[in-house]
Structure formats: structure tokens, C-alpha cells
């Protein structure tokens, strides 16, 4: 069946998701441009393109697509997300929050932009603020394992140690292969004194991510502080002796 012109847009428009999904970013943005190029009013495809911008790290390109996807369609939440997500991986926190409470305006429930609006405040060291967003994240999504994990991380900046334990535990029950979620909780159970159930908390992370050093290098510490209360016992007991001996 031949096509007329007018059709052509939805032609690119496709050919860019296929190579999009191949991986080839570049490819998938010229095929979104020409796509544009026939008809710039289609807000799905500069969506489409800002997400392949977000994927070759051209963060600002992205931003620019996706607020023209936003002009297009003000109610779009997900170009709404990822203009904060783009952000985010910028190291523009405050700007992302923003973005992400924009996103949550359209959706309240809008569980994963209640995720990163935690980790950007988290990023910001404004921890009972980043605890508050993963609440309502993983209010509105229990099984959000990575929300749970932040939520810890956030708790043990704070000091709860009891608290940010169990939220790593949350987050292993629905994901057992978080490998930093069980490094992190090696890191909290270190500062709580039970250098044991760390080490076997590192050992897992491993197991999972061979290549993980710093897991590697808290094991080792761990090590070393289980075994120096020993050594400390043991020189306490030779000095009780050799004081004995005198006697």
C-alpha cells in the first residue's frame, strides 16, 4: 500500500522505537527528526527523542525535547519524570525536585517520582525530607525495592541503625540480588558492634558483584574489628597473669 506524504512522520516515528529498543541511539534520533522535520506537533516523539538524548548522557538535549514534549501535552507526566530524571543525573538536585514535585502534581500516587525526589534530597543531605518522599513511594508501591533501599540509606545517615536495617531487609525480600542494598547493610551492622552478620552481608554483595571493591575493603575491616576485641581479651587475661605471677 503506497503512503501518502502526510503518513510518512509515523514511518520514522517508528522506525526510531525499533532502533531505539536495538540500542542504536543515534539512529533512532535522526529517524525521531526526520519524523519532526514532517510534523512538529507530535509530543510522543520528542518524548521518544529526549529519552534517547537521556541515554547517550546528552542530558540538556534531553531536557530541550521533553519540555517541548511538555508544550505539546501539559499533563504528559512521564516527560514530566524524566525532565527531572535528566536533572538528577546532572547533579541538579534542587531543579530535579522541582521537576519531580511537577510530575507528582499530575499524579500524587506517582510512585517513582516520589522515589527520586527522595534520592535528590538524600543527595542534598536532607535526610528526614528523603525518608518522607520514600515513605509515600513505597506507600503507593510496596515492592519499590530501591525505594526501601534509600529509605536505609537515609535512616543510617540519621543514626537509626534498627530502622535502616529493616529497611534493607525489605528491600532483599523483594529483591534478594541488591547487591548494595546487602553492602550497605554490612556498613550498619559494622556500626552497630555485630561485625559477624556484616561480614556475611558483604559476603553476599560479593557473591552477587565479584567486582565490587569497596565491598572488599569493608570486609577486610570488619575482619579486623571482629578480631581485635579478641586480641584486647587475650592481652587484658596476659597482663592479669604476669600481675598474678608477681604477686
Known amino acids: 500500500m503506497l503512503l501518502i506524504k502526510s503518513d510518512w512522520h509515523g514511518v520514522w516515528y517508528n522506525h526510531g522505537i525499533v532502533l531505539h529498543k536495538l540500542g542504536r541511539y543515534e539512529d533512532a534520533i535522526a ?46 507526566q512521564e516527560a514530566q519524570y524524566n525532565w527531572g530524571s535528566a536533572l538528577h543525573k546532572s547533579g541538579r538536585y534542587e531543579e530535579a525536585i522541582a521537576q519531580y514535585d511537577q510530575a507528582i502534581a499530575l499524579d500524587p500516587a506517582f510512585a517513582k517520582a516520589w522515589h527520586s ?45 534498627g530502622a535502616a536495617i529493616a529497611s ?55 575482619l579486623s574489628q571482629r578480631v581485635l576485641p579478641v586480641l584486647v581479651l587475650e592481652e587484658d587475661k596476659s597482663q592479669q597473669s604476669n600481675h598474678s605471677s608477681v604477686e
Open 31 to 76: 529517524s525521531y527528526t526526520n519524523a519532526l522535520e514532517l510534523n512538529p506537533d507530535l509530543y510522543e516523539v520528542w518524548y521518544s527523542q529526549g529519552n534517547a538524548l537521556d541515554a547517550l548522557g546528552q542530558y540538556d538535549e534531553a531536557i530541550d525535547s521533553y519540555r517541548q514534549a511538555l508544550e505539546l501535552k501539559p499533563d504528559f
Open 168 to 222: 534493607y531487609d525489605k528491600a532483599l525480600q523483594i529483591n534478594p540480588d541488591l547487591y548494595r542494598a546487602w553492602y550497605s547493610r554490612g556498613i550498619t551492622l559494622s556500626h552497630t558492634g555485630d561485625y559477624e552478620s556484616a561480614i556475611a552481608s558483604y559476603d553476599k554483595a560479593l557473591q552477587i558483584n565479584p567486582d565490587f571493591p569497596e565491598a572488599i575493603s569493608r570486609r577486610n575491616l570488619a
Open 117 to 161: 525526589r527522595g534520592s535528590a534530597l538524600r543527595k542534598l543531605g536532607m535526610y528526614a525530607e528523603a525518608i518522607a518522599s520514600y515513605d509515600k513511594a513505597v506507600r503507593y508501591q510496596p515492592d519499590l525495592c530501591e525505594a526501601w533501599y534509600g529509605r536505609g540509606v537515609a535512616l543510617g545517615h540519621l543514626g537509626d541503625n
